[in-house]
């Protein structure tokens, strides 16, 4: 199993920014990290990820250059960094891992994780 806590959400305004922490815990071997978010009424939308052994990341287009995502392995710790945020950034923010090949460790199926935290809000406002 696999234990994730997020924390670091909060209420900004447009153009603001914020990082997001994400600390694992557990025995089981997870190799791909990331983020998705949820807002209300709209889809599960994956966000970024990290592929633990390469290094490699990949972004959903909605927020390539405005966010990065990292990783401190002495510290069993994911972080989201997020500048130049918008209203539409509005959303529960999920720390997510799985097990996975390389190529399959994307945006697209980060949300279909087996592991995920509760979840951080997010809130931008205009």
């Known amino acids: 199993q696999v234990q994730l806590v997020e924390s670091g959400g909060g209420s900004v305004q447009a153009g603001g920014s914020l990082k997001l922490s994400c600390v694992g815990s557990?025995?089981?071997?997870?190799?791909?990290l990331g983020w998705f978010r949820q807002a209300p009424g709209k889809e599960r939308e994956g966000v970024a990820t990290i592929y633990s052994r390469s290094g490699s990341t990949n972004y959903a287009d909605s927020v390539k250059g405005r966010f990065t995502i990292s990783r401190d392995n002495a510290k069993n710790t994911l972080y989201l960094q997020m500048n130049s945020l918008r209203p539409e950034d509005t959303a529960m923010y999920y720390c997510?891992?799985?097990?996975?090949?390389?190529?399959?460790?994307?945006?697209?199926?980060?949300?279909?994780?087996?592991?995920w935290g509760q979840g951080t809000q997010v809130t931008v406002s205009s």
């Open positions: 557990g025995y089981t071997y997870v190799n791909c």
């Open positions: 997510a891992s799985d097990l996975r090949y390389n190529g399959d460790c994307t945006q697209s199926t980060i949300g279909l994780s087996r592991y």
